[in-house]
Every structure is written in C-alpha cells, then in structure tokens.
C-alpha cells in the first residue's frame, strides 16, 4: 500500500484518549455532545425547580402568574445555551482563536451583530417588557387587530393569539408592545353589555320597554349578581326610535352569547305582541312615468 494512503488511513484510527482532546476530530464532537447533554439536563432541572409551587410561593412571598413563570423559564433556558455555547467556543482551539478575534474587533462586532439582530432583539426586549408589565397574561380575552381573540402563549419572539374562529395569529412583540389593547379580564372580567335595536315611532315606547326587559330577565347568560337590566332610549332615527339594553354579565363571552339570545327572544316576543321592527322605505318613481315638462310658449 501506498505510504501517502497508509498515512490516511492512520489518521482515522480511533483512540479512547482522543475523545478528550479537543484538538482532535473525535474530541470536539464528543465536547460538542457532552455539552448539549450538560446544558439539557440543566435546563430540565431548573424548569422543574422554577415551576415548584412552593420555591414560588415561598420565595417570591407573592403570586406569580404562569406568564411570567412561562417567559423566565424560557429566558433561563436560552441563556443556559448561550453558556455552554461559550464554554464550547472556550475550549475548542480553533474557535477559541475566532473567539479571540472578535473580541478584539468588539466594538464592530456589536455594531454589525446589532444591525443584523436589531427586529430580534426588539422582540425580544419587548416580550420581557410584556412579561413585566403584564397588560396582558396567557388565557385573556382581547380585541386586537380588529379580532375577539384568547391569549395562547408568549414567546421570545411573538405572541400567539387565538381568534373566536380558531384561527391564530402572530405578533410581533416590538409591534404588540405599541399597540393599543382592550383586554376584557384583566383586573375584572365583569362587562355590562349593550344591545341595539329599534322600534317603529307608531309603537309604545313603555310597551316595548317592558317586553325587553322581561326577556333581558330570562336571559341565561345574565349576572344575576349585579344591578338588573335597564333599557333607555338612544335617539330619534330616521324611521326608528333606537333603544339600547344594559345588561351586566360574567366575561366577554357571556356577551357575546347574551347579544345573540336577547335579539331572537325580542323579534319572537315583538311578533307576538304586534310590535313593530322598522326598516326604511323607498318608493321608485320611472322616468317614463313622470308628467311631461311644461313648454314655454312665445310671449308667456
């Protein structure tokens, strides 16, 4: 055999002891391999430990929401990563000289890695800032973007919302963190919700006033705990008298529910009573159905 061939063949030749050399092939896969395991193991335990009831509630001395347990966990386990990326980064030669070189070369090196990163590390900084302030938690009810959606998750980089349609949408933190929220569970769920509707101006307003508030009684999804329902009228319209309910319940998807029960109840309850529900009228007059145009005659 060749002696240039023999010198390759040589060269794969596995040794126990190269498995501890990181100047070698085999060592630096088996650091590469014994690190992951190291970092995954550290961060499967001290998930456990953060997310302990007691370590919580005995620490902190206060209540703690699974939103913020939720992003910690996640921010712990990235920079646990980071670590033992450095570590690695540390001990393999070849990359402790390209570490050496970017340190030397830091100040560009931050200028160029914060242009590249500068939409990731805003989503980033800007999910910690949700995270701390809390305007909103994993499981509220929010309108957002024009959608009646629940708050999924929170991650580093975007927030999960689910809409009433059960679709999902993504937002960016750095763009959700500008945003105006209405949240309808943070503080207190209760809402007092308000249905529209309009009666003919031939209709008693008493009348009409007295069969909705004895269906806005009967609602199921009425909080029974609260004030009693009230109707008052909203205004003079241009073939209606609007009237608009009051009526408090336990969440937004209580009101929900309860729009969509008074305004089947109502029409059932008008059509029995003979109540009119107004809608606009308009008469069509043809051209050719019109009288002819006067003429003006010579000395008129």
């Given amino acids: ?54 370590w919580v509630m005995g620490t902190l001395k206060r209540r703690v929401d699974a939103t913020v347990i939720l992003y910690t966990i996640r921010i712990k386990n990235l920079l646990i990563w980071i670590a033992a990326a450095i570590i690695y980064a540390g001990l393999v030669p070849g990359l402790r000289a390209l570490m050496g070189t970017l340190v030397a070369g830091a100040g560009i090196t931050a200028i160029i890695i914060g242009f590249a990163a500068k939409t990731t590390l805003g989503n980033l900084i800007s999910g910690l800032t949700l995270a701390v302030y809390r305007p909103i938690h994993i499981g509220d009810k929010v309108m957002l973007e024009g959608e009646y959606s629940t708050v999924e998750d929170i991650t580093l980089r975007h927030t999960i919302l689910r809409t009433w349609q059960n679709k999902r949408l993504l937002i960016p933190n750095a763009k959700l963190d500008e945003m105006v929220i209405t949240n309808y569970s943070i503080i207190d769920p209760r809402i007092r919700s308000t249905v529209d509707m309009g009666i003919s101006y031939d209709t008693d307003i008493d009348l009409a006033r007295r069969v909705i508030l004895e269906e806005a009684m009967r609602c199921p999804y009425r909080n029974a705990s609260e004030e009693d329902p009230v109707v008052r009228v909203t205004g003079h319209n241009d073939f209606s008298i609007g009237l608009r309910v009051y009526i408090w319940v336990k969440d937004m998807d209580d009101a929900w529910m309860t729009r969509f029960w008074i305004y089947e109840q109502v029409k059932k309850r008008f059509d029995r009573e003979g109540i009119e529900i107004p809608f606009p009228y308009r008469t069509l007059v043809y051209k050719k159905d019109l009288p002819p145009a006067p003429r003006e005659t010579p000395g008129s």
């Avoid at 596995?14 to 092939?25: A, H």
């Avoid at 650091?31 to 193991?41: H, K, P, Q």
């Avoid at 499967?44 to 953060?50: I, L, R, Y």
């Fill in 1 to 54: 055999m060749k002696p240039e061939i023999q010198k390759i063949i040589d060269g794969f030749v596995f040794q126990w002891q190269d498995l501890l050399n990181p100047r070698t092939g085999f060592g630096v896969l088996a650091l590469a391999l014994f690190l992951a395991l190291v970092a995954w193991i550290a961060s499967k335990v001290t998930t456990k430990f953060v997310q302990r009831p007691n």
